[in-house]
């Protein structure tokens, strides 16, 4: 019996912003954030397991620099359902392909399911729910739908979704997407947050592959047709697009299913400290030995249960030492990893720090 969605798991993002825990043979979907003790790889392939119903039926796409470790880290998973990008192409050009390769093997009429592996759900009963509701909208309407978050802070983040008319005859709503706004500004995202038709844009899609092969072909034409016509050898002179960008801001298939379930989208440090702080009194988040005078909503974290981090008068800060590096930013900075990446990435004789 087929399943009623075959999963993807998207993992070749590098998790920068992660770093110096993330690194280019170590990348944050191999790490352990949440406490669980599973890898956010592992943890997405145990969310998503029951709906795929066995690791036949679930894929993973990600990149050639760290195949082997998706290998090692899911071992039961099939090696021909892991397809490697020889390079990152963002995700227009990774759901396409995937999207090609399961068509072929399962046939057009399946309805497929995109998911990135930095996700954390809480609430799985609600999560397998809202999937089925999902695949039965993609299946018996031909929809594109994708999981929105509804917003509790006007971030800026995150794309937001317009909902717009209610397309559902199901106890879940589901709506037509009026349009897609690509991370706005704060004031912008306030009145967003303040009229209640919008959803921060998950990044997680469900639709049956025949659906978006046919309109990735009205849309996104130079993007699949030198797929189906050259497969992956192409896939370096592939255009860098986003789905969004490519495909979901211009069909007029979209819509939203804004989710009940928990979730947060690990994507900085501060991520971890609302996943993990469990105590609102304790002055700091504490993930390494810590020695502290004066030193306040802050986040400590070490690799090495022998290392000790001492502060003295300091606040908002995280503090990271993994093996050779410190970290050191304000949190509200952390995006600005990415910056300092590219300095090191200048100096050649630093690139045993990446």
């Not at 599973?38 to 195949?67: F, H, Y």
């Not at 809202?130 to 031909?142: N, P, R, V, Y």
Request: net charge negative.
């Amino acid at each position: 019996m087929n399943p009623p969605l075959i999963p993807v798991i998207l993992a070749g993002g590098k998790g920068e912003r992660f770093w110096p825990l993330s690194r280019r043979h170590n990348p944050k979907q191999f790490l352990s954030l949440d406490g669980s003790g599973d890898s956010l790889l592992q943890a997405t392939a145990k969310r998503l397991l029951p709906i795929a119903q066995g690791w036949d039926n679930l894929w993973v796409i990600t990149s050639a620099l760290i195949a082997d470790g998706v290998k090692e880290q899911l071992p039961e998973l099939p090696i021909s359902n892991i397809l490697v990008e020889p390079e990152g192409r963002d995700t227009a050009p990774a759901v396409t392909w995937a999207t090609l390769e399961i068509a072929k093997k399962c046939g057009e009429d399946r309805v497929i399911g995109f998911f990135p592996a930095d996700h954390w759900i809480g609430n799985q009963r609600v999560f397998e729910s809202t999937l089925l509701a999902a695949c039965k909208q993609a299946q018996d309407f031909s929809s594109i739908v994708t999981l929105g978050i509804k917003p509790d802070q006007p971030a800026t983040g995150y794309g937001y979704i317009q909902q717009g008319e209610n397309l559902s005859f199901q106890p879940i709503p589901v709506y037509k997407v009026n349009r897609f706004t690509e991370k706005p500004d704060r004031g912008t995202a306030e009145i967003f947050l303040a009229s209640g038709d919008y959803s921060w844009n998950s990044g997680m899609f469900i639709f049956k592959a025949s659906v978006v092969i046919s309109e990735l072909k009205k849309y996104a034409s130079e993007i699949i047709q030198p797929l189906i016509e050259k497969g992956v050898e192409i896939y370096p002179q592939l255009p860098k697009k986003s789905i969004d960008y490519a495909l979901m801001e211009k069909t007029r298939l979209a819509c939203v299913l804004p989710v009940q379930f928990p979730w947060d989208d690990l994507g900085d440090w501060n991520a971890v400290e609302r996943l993990r702080q469990d105590d609102d009194d304790e002055p700091n988040l504490e993930l390494a030995r810590h020695i502290g005078l004066d030193s306040k909503d802050c986040i400590f974290y070490a690799t090495d249960s022998n290392e000790v981090i001492v502060s003295i008068g300091i606040k908002e800060l995280v503090v990271v030492r993994d093996k050779n590096v410190t970290l050191i930013v304000h949190k509200d900075r952390s995006q600005d990893i990415k910056q300092v990446l590219k300095k090191i990435q200048d100096q050649s004789d630093l690139d045993y720090l990446l």
